[in-house]
């Protein structure tokens, strides 16, 4: 609901293990976001996309990989050289960058063992 | 860096009194300020935002002031009801000479309003 959707809700893993995390908007936003959600962290952005086959590594970018092929989906990967991955996936989107209002998904719980 | 300090990390208050929790920015270049309500297990969503034009608004019991010159924003909340219990969050849009395009957010601020 709200536009943007992520899949799964929750999402299991083996150490080890590339995983996809699912967003796909329908808002028509040009930018779209990808959070990490910690305890008492706040929000840490992760990549952002600013136009399709376009994106640029937020503050916590390793391990991590990204795609913008269609302006409606960026889909993130947790690849195995992310020390920690354990945590809460919030996908975003925004009519701009920078100064709009930011949309977000319902997220995606990853849990790696 | 750009950085977002946020506080309280938690705040409880008494049904119907008054909530504050303050933010402090590091970028001058920023001239967007929203705020953000998640509550447990959901996504946050916009509560109310303001820009660097402006020094205060309201929406209802829900109000934003900004202080530029002092770099830091707040939010009030006014006769609190237990369904206000939730975590905020605060975010400044980052600028500069390379206009990112980046909201930097604060650490939350988890509201429990007591019945």
């Known amino acids: 609901d709200g536009g943007i959707t992520q899949s799964p809700k929750y999402l299991f893993r083996k150490e080890g293990q590339n995983v996809t995390l699912s967003c796909e908007q329908n808002?028509?936003?040009?930018?779209m976001y990808w959070y990490r959600q910690d305890p008492g962290q706040g929000l840490r952005l992760i990549y952002y996309?600013?136009?399709?086959?376009?994106?640029q590594k937020g503050d916590i970018a390793e391990g991590y990989s990204v795609s913008r092929e269609k302006k409606e989906s960026f889909p993130l990967t947790v690849t195995s050289a992310q020390k920690n991955p354990t945590a809460f996936y919030l996908c975003?989107?925004?009519?701009?960058?920078?100064?709009?209002?930011?949309?977000f998904g319902n997220g995606t719980r990853l849990t790696v063992t | 860096g750009e950085n977002v300090e946020q506080h309280p990390s938690t705040l409880s208050v008494q049904e119907g009194d008054s909530a504050v929790i303050k933010c402090t920015y590091s970028?001058?270049?920023?001239?967007?300020f929203p705020w953000y309500k998640q509550e447990l297990g959901k996504r946050p969503q916009l509560i109310i935002d303001?820009?660097?034009?402006?020094g205060e608004k309201k929406d209802q019991r829900i109000a934003v002031t900004l202080n530029k010159t002092a770099k830091h924003f707040s939010l009030h909340i006014t006769e609190t009801q237990p369904e206000d219990s939730a975590v905020y969050f605060c975010?400044?849009?980052?600028?500069?000479?390379?206009?990112?395009?980046?909201?930097?957010f604060g650490q939350g601020t988890t509201l429990q309003v007591k019945p």
């Open positions: 975003a989107s925004s009519y701009a960058t920078g100064d709009t209002p930011l949309h």
């Open positions: 808002l028509n936003h040009d930018a």
């Open positions: 970028d001058s270049a920023s001239n967007y």
């Open positions: 996309s600013q136009i399709v086959n376009d994106f």
């Open positions: 975010a400044a849009s980052s600028g500069g000479s390379s206009n990112t395009g980046k909201l930097i």
């Open positions: 303001i820009r660097s034009n402006v």
